[in-house]
């Protein structure tokens, strides 16, 4: 299945990473046992940025095992994307990025979790504080000039 990838890059040992078709693997992707059950609330405000053509981050970490895909850190991003797709909000060719770690034990995947939420971004919230109004125009006009120079970049 993920043989029909976009591209692929080895990150090391454990970990590659796989662009490939979100309508490829939806049917294949399952969500980690040790994690909790997505929030339709959240999930529903992911859906609501892809809608509005917001960035969302499609790097997905998962744990693949023969034909099953495990979502260990991205199933409310996953799930909002099953609904794009299934309203046609985003195409079948809609591309997400897969850190996959293969055949991998039940401790490594915990030890990937952990590490990933070690890293968590600082909420807007506290970013909303510290930040001068006038630096967030500038952050927001070079954004909107980043989007219009390159506008194959950007997801509609």
């Known amino acids: 299945m993920l043989e029909k990838s976009t591209f692929v890059q080895r990150l090391d040992c454990e970990h590659t990473i796989i662009g490939i078709e979100f309508s490829k693997v939806v049917d294949k992707i399952i969500n980690w046992e040790n994690n909790r059950e997505p929030d339709s609330e959240r999930v529903n405000a992911i859906y609501n940025a892809i809608e509005d053509?917001?960035?969302i981050n499609c790097h997905i970490?998962?744990?693949v095992t023969g034909n099953i895909i495990r979502v260990y850190d991205g199933m409310h991003?996953?799930?909002a994307l099953k609904v794009?797709?299934?309203n046609k909000t985003i195409s079948d060719s809609y591309i997400v990025m897969l850190d996959c770690i293969f055949n991998p034990s039940d401790d490594l995947i915990k030890d990937c979790f952990r590490n990933i939420?070690?890293?968590?971004?600082?909420p807007e919230i506290y970013i909303d504080n510290i930040v001068p109004g006038n630096i967030k125009l500038d952050i927001i006009g070079i954004v909107k000039k980043i989007c219009c120079d390159y506008p194959m970049q950007i997801r509609k």
């Open 53 to 55: 053509g917001q960035y």
């Open 61 to 63: 970490s998962v744990a």
């Open 77 to 79: 991003r996953i799930e």
């Open 84 to 86: 794009a797709l299934n």
């Open 117 to 122: 939420n070690k890293s968590i971004p600082v």
